[in-house]
Nanobody
Framework: QVQLVESGGGSVQPGESLRLSCAAS????????MGWFRQVPGKEREGVAALYISTGTTYYADSVKGRFTISRDDAKNTLYLQMNSLKPEDTAMYYC?????????????????WGQGTQVTVSS
């Protein structure tokens, strides 16, 4: 069993930055992937960024490429999402997720474990 706890959300102005953290507990072998997803009310949850633990390969949604960076600290078993140049359309609840043998890295249906979410609001 894997438990995920997100933190780091908040309210910022357009152009500012935030770093989200996801502390993981429980055993995750090398075939795990971890990712960040977001959801706004009335819309489907969408993939933002993901990382395959064994290779460190990263994947990003087109809407965040060049602005967001996903990374992982193995020693701390923590996943991060550095978000720069934030825009109002980035406003959403952000979720951390983990799963095994993921084929499509930004597909929500492939992930088994989810955190409770952390709210990000970008507004002037």
């Amino acid at each position: 069993q894997v438990q995920l706890v997100e933190s780091g959300g908040g309210s910022v102005q357009p152009g500012e930055s935030l770093r989200l953290s996801c502390a993981a507990s429980g055993h995750m072998h090398r075939n795990y992937a971890m990712g960040w997803f977001r959801q706004v009310p009335g819309k489907e949850r969408e993939g933002v960024a993901a990382l395959y633990i064994s290779t460190g390969t990263t994947y990003y949604a087109d809407s965040v490429k060049g602005r967001f960076t996903i990374s992982r600290d193995d020693a701390k078993n923590t996943l991060y999402l550095q978000m720069n140049s934030l825009k109002p359309e980035d406003t959403a609840m952000y979720y951390c997720a983990a799963g095994t043998y993921i084929a499509t890295m930004l597909d929500t249906t492939e992930y088994n474990y989810w955190g409770q979410g952390t709210q990000v609001t970008v507004s002037s």
